[in-house]
């Protein structure tokens, strides 16, 4: 992205833990549930079948074991939904203090990670931790991205760019505006650390 001129508006902000669990929420409501909710539908409407076929010859085991194969899948996946919203929610105890910068440019946003400051108590050298898992990384600029594909770099994060009009939407939300790109990355930028207004600006990036 080509950034031309200074940005409209720069602020720096935190993400509570609470708002990124709500963001979370939301972002899997319009994305997650839907897919849920018709694979689903498709499945009990599979073993709705197999349930008439079950009835009338009690001895099909076949239609029994393809019953329990349904109810199996749908159980999986919503639960797989939900244990990702705790992993996600486990991982950001560790950078809700992080700080986070927005400058807003004619041509996009650019989202930069600030190194948030240690307590005194953990000045002294710590000693190295175990790998953890792809999902237990640290998530980059306040965002989360549902299926990493490589760890997070323990270097310095660069700034991410989200250019205009390359699939970037902006939704409003009472307490934050959510930035997403794709279906899979989404972005929390909370009103609370911001004046009315830039809350005006961003509510006019919404509205684009």
């Known amino acids: 992205m080509n950034k031309s001129g200074k940005p409209i508006l720069t602020r720096s902000y935190h993400i509570p833990l609470a708002m990124f669990d709500d963001a979370f929420r939301a972002f899997q409501k ?16 599979i073993a709705g079948v197999y349930v008439h076929a079950a009835l009338k010859d009690t001895s099909q085991t076949l239609a029994y074991l393809l019953i329990v194969a349904c109810v199996a899948i749908i159980l999986v996946r919503w639960y797989k939904t939900f244990k990702l919203r705790r992993s ?19 041509e996009g946003l650019v989202i930069r990670t600030k190194d948030a400051p240690k307590p005194a108590a953990e000045e002294t050298p710590a000693e190295p931790e175990p790998e953890t898992s792809a999902a237990e990384e640290k998530p980059e600029n306040g965002f989360q991205q549902l299926f990493p594909e490589e760890p997070a770099d323990a270097e310095q994060i660069p700034p991410t760019e989200l250019p205009f009009g390359t699939g970037l939407k902006i939704l409003e939300f009472p307490e934050y505006f959510m930035a997403y790109v794709v279906k899979q990355n989404f972005y929390v930028i909370p009103k609370k650390d911001f004046s009315d207004d830039e809350i005006a600006k961003l509510k006019q990036l919404c509205n684009a």
Do not use: G, R
């Open 88 to 106: 996600v929610h486990e991982a950001l105890k560790d950078v809700e203090q992080d700080t986070y910068e927005l400058s807003v440019y004619d």
């Open 30 to 45: 319009k994305y997650v549930y839907p897919q849920n909710i018709l694979l689903t539908a498709v499945l009990l409407a």
